[in-house]
């Protein structure tokens, strides 16, 4: 963050409602809602739009989700949108694959995450060196982050950016977090790390703003808000209240808020909402991407939800093990019994 005494500080808003956002529709967002988010975004002069799978490039499969549209379209469709804003994609080693990300570079993304559970950064590796040797910006998060301490993710983001990552950080996958929480592991990565930090929080409890304001403060530069708050579960931080109450602090984004009000009008006009499931995924610690398979089978197996969620919450299950899911759910009907 930018403290010159001369300036105002500024913070880097990074967009992931074209991503994340489709975990909220099933991976359906179609062409034209594609196109005209990404144009009215654009005229906000949002710095990064992401778009693709909710999972990620090479994420599209029968075990998550099948999108409505391949990888190619998706980010053909929202690069001929953008003509300042830069385009930004998201990949999960065991999802994507390199050649998933030689072929976004190719489509022109600018700005490539690769991203890791919470305690797995070595997988990063390799990855990273390919976005460097493309060209792309390459940056490092890791998933499910309330799942070790402060001292462990500053150690892997250290190891993100030694691998050449060029801005690292954390995702509360599950919406997990209080403020305290984040204060403490945003702090220990910047002082651990001399590239930008990254933080991706959900509103499950429903603390995702004040969540990214104490990312800020310790520490944070780039910050992930999607319109709405379109995305997994209870959804992201929301970008129209986000650039507000960084106005309100005296901190510059660069971003239009009429423009966003605007953008957010031209994708949807609810935002998601803290249902139950929301609040029980939050405590649990369970990945948002699981609230739509864990209703469907929930109601197929006759249990309650939030029992399953707290059950596989115990089992630390993270996203891809969604097969999972079923199993836990019939261990619960069985004790039921």
Not at 136 to 162: F, R
Not at 324 to 337: Q, T, Y
Request: proline share 4%; net charge negative.
């Amino acid at each position: 963050m930018d403290t010159h005494p001369c300036k105002r500080p500024r913070i880097l808003l990074h967009d992931p409602t074209l991503r994340d956002g489709h975990h909220a529709v099933g991976h359906q967002l179609d062409v034209g809602q594609l196109r005209a988010y990404a144009t009215a975004a654009n005229a906000a002069k949002v710095p990064v739009v992401e778009v693709g799978h909710g999972n990620g490039l090479g994420a599209s499969s029968l075990q998550i989700g099948r999108a409505r549209l391949d990888d190619a379209t998706m980010l053909t469709t929202v690069r001929e949108a953008l003509t300042s804003s830069r385009m930004g994609v998201f990949m999960a080693p065991g999802w994507g694959t390199s050649h998933d990300l030689v072929a976004a570079v190719h489509h022109g993304a600018d700005v490539v995450r690769i991203a890791a559970h919470c305690t797995e950064a070595d997988v990063t590796e390799r990855h990273l060196g390919v976005v460097r040797d493309l060209g792309a910006e390459a940056q490092g998060v890791l998933l499910m982050s309330h799942m070790t301490g402060p001292g462990h993710l500053a150690e892997q983001c250290a190891l993100m950016a030694a691998f050449g990552a060029q801005a690292v950080g954390i995702m509360d996958s599950a919406g997990h977090f209080l403020p305290a929480d984040v204060t403490e592991r945003v702090r220990a990565i910047a002082d651990a790390v001399d590239v930008p930090v990254i933080f991706h929080g959900h509103n499950n409890l429903g603390l995702a703003v004040a969540n990214s304001l104490a990312a800020v403060d310790a520490g944070a530069s780039v910050i992930d808000a999607t319109a709405r708050g379109f995305g997994a579960g209870a959804g992201n931080t929301q970008v129209e209240v986000l650039v507000a109450v960084l106005e309100r602090r005296g901190i510059e984004t660069g971003i239009g808020l009429r423009e966003v009000l605007a953008a957010a009008d031209r994708l949807m006009k609810a935002p998601p909402s803290i249902d139950s499931i929301a609040v029980a995924s939050g405590l649990a610690g369970v990945f948002s991407g699981f609230k739509r398979p864990v209703q469907q089978i929930a109601r197929a197996e006759g249990v309650d939800p939030v029992d399953l969620l707290l059950a596989l919450g115990e089992r630390q299950v993270v996203a891809g093990q969604e097969d999972l899911i079923g199993d836990v759910a019939r261990e619960l009907k069985a004790a039921i019994r």
